[in-house]
């Protein structure tokens, strides 16, 4: 199944391909457990996110986070360098001790038609939406 990955890429689960959207020629073919990783990432939302416990339980199959969270942090490392070597930088984003997301298009058009993001911006995207999201799960 073809996930849509904004910015005119998709990413084809069955083949762990990327392809640039119009094209039938992979851009780059992701591997093992990065292309796992980049599948649960597009399975929720732009903007939700997944956290370590939910991608080390569906990825390695095991509820021990402190044994995987080292190789989930190594692997989400070269997944975004094979990201950033076909344009896609910052694609992945993370929330300190909590998991990671793909930010929503929508955000990312506006953040980058911006030509400076003053300090309350940076403060809303940064730090305000995780501690709204953080307030909604303990409430």
């Not at 391909?17 to 990783?37: A, E, F, H, R």
């Not at 929503?104 to 911006?114: A, C, D, G, L, M």
């Amino acid at each position: 199944m073809p996930y849509d990955m904004g910015l005119g890429y998709s990413f084809n689960e069955k083949t762990n391909q990327i392809y640039k959207n119009g094209s039938n020629l992979p851009v780059i073919t992701i591997t093992g457990k990065k292309s796992k990783i980049l599948c649960e990432l597009l399975k929720k939302n732009p903007g939700v996110i997944v956290t370590k416990d939910e991608l080390i339980g569906t990825i390695w199959k095991n509820n021990n986070t402190a044994l995987f969270e080292s190789a989930l942090t190594q692997h989400i490392y070269l997944l975004r360098k094979d990201l950033k070597d076909i344009g896609l930088n910052n694609y992945i984003s993370s929330i300190s001790k909590v998991g990671y997301y793909i930010p929503s298009i929508k955000q990312e058009k506006t953040i980058k038609k911006t030509t400076c993001i003053n300090k309350r911006n940076w403060y809303e995207i940064h730090i305000i939406s995780p501690i709204k999201w953080l307030l909604t799960i303990f409430a």
